[in-house]
Structure formats: C-alpha cells, structure tokens
C-alpha cells in the first residue's frame, strides 16, 4: 500500500491532540499564558475538551490511513482554524490574551490541509 508523505503531517497532529489532552486535563494554565479557568462549568469544560482532544488524537493513529477519516480531521481543522483565528483576531470575542491561539492555528492549517492531500492521495492510489 502506498503512504501519501502529507501523512507524517497528519501523525504530527495526533501527537499534538494527544498532548492537548493531558495538558487540558493536568494543568490548563500551560496551554493559556498562565490562564486558569475557575471552579465549576469552566474547570469542567477545559477537561472535557481535554478528554476529547486525547481521544481524537487516539483515532488519527488508528486510522490515519482511511480517507473518510482524514476528510473528516481537515474539516475539523478548518472549523477550529476559524474559530480560533477569530479569536486572534478578536471577532467575535475580545480575549485580554489570545497569543496562545498562534500555535494551534499553525498546526491546525498545515495538519488539515495535509490531511485533504492525503485522502486524496490513498484515493488516487487507490485505483
């Protein structure tokens, strides 16, 4: 079977789900220049988007080479490539601090566009 080279992208990605997980679950404030959300619905909101990122990082490994799934992760990005960009931005929030969106914004375009290509690429090598 042939491996499309935009796929290292997207196990690059994984990892960084996978560390998004623990780091949302173990101490936020890392993520968010020293940021720490309050007791309650807060707290409780970054852990499970902690837990979510864990486990999307778990289904990249496993099917990194299904194009249904990569198509599926480059829309991902691009909602969260949007959402945080207009963070940065500062549309339609007004964050004191959003420098911390840099990174993800970063890995979140590179990643979903390698995984548009690589679909795309098992496709075409698929025939």
Known sequence: MHMPSAILLVYIQAAFELLSGVMFGVHISTKHNGWSP?????SYLDQCGGISDFFWGLLLIFKAHDPTT???NGCYCAVWFVFLGSILFKKPYNAANASCTKVPIAVKGICGAASFIAAADFRLYAK
């Open 38 to 42: 309050s007791e309650g619905m807060a």
């Open 70 to 72: 990569l198509r599926l």
